[in-house]
């Protein structure tokens, strides 16, 4: 069974950073390009980076030069790592195979950027 299991989000101030973890099991991880979505209540899920297995990345133009996605295939985990954060980034994070959408999703978490 595929599973994602995401942390490390929070509260954190304008300017401030975080790093999220993707726990992932039930596939071939390192096979697979992998991504980081958003979600704000209301409106729709929002690709923000993505990673092909060979390390290619991609961002969304309104984190580019502020998060970093990265991985480690022995394991089976993804990253996030924002800076520079703003109120705007705030939202529910998931991990999600992009190729994969018949995949389900996993609970996400909660990134809230406030002072």
């Known amino acids: 069974q595929v599973q994602f299991v995401e942390s490390g989000g929070g509260l954190v101030q304008p300017g401030g950073s975080l790093r999220l973890s993707c726990a992932t099991s039930?596939?071939?991880?390192?096979?697979?390009?992998m991504a980081w979505y958003r979600q704000v209540p209301g409106k729709q899920r929002e690709l923000v980076a993505s990673m092909t297995s060979g390390g290619k990345t991609d961002y969304a133009d309104s984190v580019k030069g502020r998060f970093t996605i990265s991985r480690d295939n022995a394991k089976d985990t993804l990253w996030l790592q924002m800076n520079s954060l703003k109120p705007e980034d705030t939202a529910v994070y998931y991990c999600?195979?992009?190729?994969?959408?018949?995949?389900?999703w996993g609970q996400g978490t909660q990134v809230t950027v406030s002072s």
């Open positions: 039930g596939f071939i991880f390192s096979v697979y390009s």
């Open positions: 999600h195979r992009p190729s994969v959408p018949r995949d389900s």
